[in-house]
């Protein structure tokens, strides 16, 4: 199964805004179709290592956060994450752990093999995220702050510095809902704050709804890096 994404410029995923709370849609379309070098064709896995039926296969696929109808944007740097532990899952771990299963098999009652029944639901969640990552990275539309030409305003893949009321400062940057990470300073497009800075300036105040109730934060700083 090959894996194809898209590259598209930061600005496309903000140039308009959908009816769904403020969730930009772009309007301008810069994409283009990248093939993947890498092939990985699931169904030819042996079944007895990829699951033990079909409704198993269907129950644990981790869920789509994704809101219906949008993109699945992604940094370049959040695609690169997301692709290496793909090929890694698949060209390192997941045979080191088939080789592990089969061996266990071999060594008597596999109802009392530590080895066999580990390595089997390592199996299964390998594979589990196998499906998950090859679905996301078939459907990353990648965008690039570098491509950016308006850097004034706040679109997808931007780093913004806001100050609270408190006169506290902190930074985010504006990614996808697979690389986010508020402890490291990168939050959801699809966040309630996120939604609140897209199109916003330096100098801008953005309101938004926090767990804590209604905020206003100023927008200090906006760059594409």
């Not at 080895?115 to 390592?122: A, E, F, M, S």
């Not at 594979?127 to 990648?142: C, G, M």
């Not at 902190?170 to 300073?185: F, L, S």
Request: hydrophobic share 40%; glycine share 8%; aromatic share 8%.
């Amino acid at each position: 199964m090959p894996i194809a994404t898209q590259t598209i410029s930061a600005e496309y995923v903000s140039t308009a805004a959908s009816e769904r709370g403020g969730v930009a849609v772009g309007v301008l379309i810069i994409a283009r179709m990248l093939p993947s070098p890498i092939q990985f064709n699931f169904h030819e896995m042996n079944k007895a290592f990829v699951k033990e039926s079909e409704d198993e296969d269907e129950d644990e696929a981790p869920e789509s956060q994704l809101p219906a109808g949008t993109k699945n944007y992604m940094t370049v740097r959040g695609h690169g994450q997301l692709r290496a532990e793909f090929e890694h899952l698949v060209k390192v771990e997941r045979p080191e752990i088939v080789k592990v299963v089969s061996w266990a098999a071999g060594n008597g009652d596999r109802s009392e093999n530590g080895d066999y029944i580990y390595g089997k639901k390592r199996l299964r969640e390998i594979d589990r995220r196998i499906r998950f990552l090859t679905k996301r990275l078939e459907s990353a539309v990648i965008v690039d702050p570098a491509d950016q030409q308006n850097c004034d305003q706040v679109f997808f893949a931007a780093t913004v510095t806001l100050c609270d009321a408190a006169g506290e400062e902190a930074t985010y940057q504006i990614v996808g809902i697979d690389e986010a990470n508020a402890q490291e300073g990168r939050i959801s497009w699809i966040s309630p704050l996120a939604r609140a800075l897209l199109k916003a300036r330096e100098g801008d105040t953005v309101r938004f709804d926090s767990p804590g109730g209604l905020r206003e934060l100023d927008v200090i700083e906006v760059r594409y890096e």
